[in-house]
DNA sequence: TGTACACCCTGTAGCAACTACAGGGTCAAG
DNA sequence: CTTGACCCTGTAGTTGCTACAGGGTGTACA
C-alpha cells in the first residue's frame, strides 16, 4: 500500500509517517518503479503499535523501547510493565502539578473585583509586591 | 544592575532574559560603555511578572496580553479576567484527558501477568487486534 | 604588570514531536 | 492532453527555552 492508505489506516498523516521512518522508528519500506513507498501489513500493524502508544502518552523514546522489546517474544514481560509503571508515575505527577496550579489560579480568579486594572487582584497577584509600587 | 543580578533577582536565566528580549516581551535595556545591558527596577518587576505568570502555566502569547493589560491601568480587569478563565478550562481539560489515560493505563498495567512477552497483555493492547497474528 | 577567572556579548543549533511549506515528479480519469 | 490527486525530497516553523562557540570586559591577586 501506498502511504497515504498507510497513513489514513493508522489514523496518522502522511508527513508524520515519513518522520517516523526518518528517526527509526519504522523501517524503512521497499519503493516502487516510481520511487513510492510500497508497504506491507507488518508496517501498518508496526505504525498502529506506534500511535495506540503514544495516544496512551508514551514518548517516542519509550515507544521505542517498547518496539524493541515486543520484537524479542521470549523475553520476560516485566520491562514492559516497568515502562510502563514509570510512565503512570510521570502522568500522576502531572496531574498533581496541573491540580495545584488549577487550585492556586481558582483562587486568583476568585479575587477579581471587575474594577479596573489599577486594582485588578490578579494583575497584583502576578506582580510583585515589593515591586508594585512603581 | 547587570543581566545576571537581574536573572538570579528574578530566579530565571541569564539566557532566559535574553530570549525574552529577543521575542520582545522585555524591553531592551539601556547599555553601559562595555555594551552590557544595564536594568533598572521596572525590568526586574516586568520580568518577575513574566516568571510568576509562566509558573502559573500561562503561554508566553497569555503573558504578552496580560503584560499589555497591565500597562493601562484605567482599563477594565475583565480582559485579565477572562485571559485567566480561558487558562483555566484548559487546565481543567488537560486534568481530565490526563485522568482518562491514567485510567485506561492503569488498566493497562494491571493486566499483566508477569509472563513472556508474547503473552504480554500490554504489548497485546497497543497491538491491533486484527493484526496481531502476524 | 601580568594573568586568571567570572562575567558579559552575539549568533547559532539543539530538544520534543511533529507540521507546513516549496518545488518538483507520477498516474489515472475525462 | 490536461486536470487533479497523489507521491518525492528537503527545509523551516512551532513552544519555551537551553547550550554551546568564539569572542570581549572587569577585577582581584601575586
Known amino acids: 500500500m501506498k502511504i497515504g492508505e ?5 489514523a496518522t498523516k502522511v508527513e ?9 522508528l519504522l523501517p524503512p519500506p521497499a519503493r516502487t518503479s516510481a520511487n513510492y513507498r510500497a ?5 501498518l500493524a508496526r505504525l498502529s503499535f506506534i500511535r ?3 495516544d496512551l502518552g508514551f514518548t517516542l523514546e519509550a515507544v521505542r523501547e517498547l518496539l524493541t522489546l515486543s520484537d524479542d517474544k521470549a523475553q520476560s514481560c516485566d520491562a514492559v ?3 510502563a509503571r514509570v510512565h503512570l508515575t510521570e502522568i500522576d505527577r502531572k496531574i498533581a502539578d496541573l491540580s495545584a496550579l488549577r487550585g492556586e489560579l481558582d483562587r486568583v480568579i476568585g479575587s477579581c473585583r471587575h474594577g479596573t486594572v489599577a486594582d485588578c487582584k490578579i494583575i497584583e497577584t502576578l506582580a510583585p509586591r515589593t515591586l508594585t509600587a512603581t
Do not use: P
Not at 498507510?6 to 493508522?10: D, G, K, N, R
Not at 508497504?39 to 508496517?43: A, F, I, K, Q
Open 81 to 83: 510493565d516497568g515502562i
Open 16 to 24: 508524520t509517517v515519513r518522520y517516523y521512518e526518518k528517526i527509526g
Open 52 to 54: 495506540r502508544a503514544r
Open 6 to 10: 498507510l497513513a489514513s489506516a493508522a
Open 39 to 43: 508497504y506491507g501489513n507488518d508496517h
